[in-house]
């Protein structure tokens, strides 16, 4: 079967860095994106992994081992405006991608 | 501008009054998706198309039909929408393969009494 865990809920202060870990388990696996949602917004894309490691665009920074089936997204130096929610989405085999509950960022000030 | 579009952005109607959602994309891409959000589910997918007039079932694909004559159009349909589909609807594209980009259109607030 499928199934995706990430917390649901993490808050953290202005300036401060948070990490926001994904563990999944699909049928085949060709990578892990990340998407934010702003409420009342549609999901945007962030960032996609396909091999293990770091990948970083600016302040965020995705991570992925697929031996593991984990990965996480970094946010540093965050801001008022990062507060949203947070999807990790693993790309099953047939180009699916999956997407759970979310992640809800608070960030305080 | 790129964009997925979709109407009408907010709906309220009746039990068992069909409905069509419209959503279209600019981007040329193949493949289009639809779905679902509510409270505590997250995202779950009705319907994808890989190509125009090749379309599939998601995860909760029941009391939904679509169809992709063309390939910018992708419109959801509710032959006899029922209160459980009262829910924020998403229609996405991109380039098929991994790791590209799903724009997602604004989103579609649907309420059935």
């Known amino acids: 079967g499928q199934s995706l865990e990430q917390p649901s809920e993490v808050t953290a202060v202005e300036g401060a860095i948070v990490q926001i870990n994904c563990t999944y388990q699909?049928?085949?696996?060709?990578?892990l994106s990340w998407y934010q949602q702003h409420d009342g917004g549609a999901p945007t894309f962030l960032s996609y992994?396909?091999?293990?490691g770091l990948e970083e665009t600016g302040r965020f920074s995705s991570f992925l081992s697929r031996s593991d089936s984990y990965g996480y997204l970094l946010l540093q130096e965050l801001q008022m405006k990062d507060s949203a929610s947070y999807f990790c989405?693993?790309?099953?085999?047939?180009?699916?991608?999956?997407f759970g509950s979310g992640t809800r960022l608070l960030v305080r000030p | 501008e790129a964009q997925v579009t979709q109407n009408p952005r907010y709906l309220i109607t009746v039990t068992g009054k069909k409905l069509t959602v419209t959503c279209s994309q600019n981007m040329n891409h193949e493949y289009m998706s639809w779905y679902r959000q509510d409270p505590g589910l997250g995202l779950r997918q009705i319907y994808y198309s890989m190509n125009v007039e090749v379309t599939d079932k998601g995860d909760v694909p029941e009391g939904y039909k679509v169809s992709r004559k063309e390939k910018r159009n992708f419109p959801l349909i509710l032959e006899s929408p029922s209160p459980n589909q009262t829910s924020l609807y998403f229609c996405?594209?991109?380039?098929?393969?991994?790791?590209?980009?799903?724009?997602f259109g604004p989103g579609t607030r649907l309420t059935v009494l």
């Open positions: 699909t049928s085949g696996f060709y990578g």
């Open positions: 992994n396909a091999l293990d």
């Open positions: 989405a693993p790309m099953d085999s047939s180009y699916k991608l999956i």
């Open positions: 996405a594209s991109s380039r098929p393969g991994t790791g590209n980009e799903q724009f």
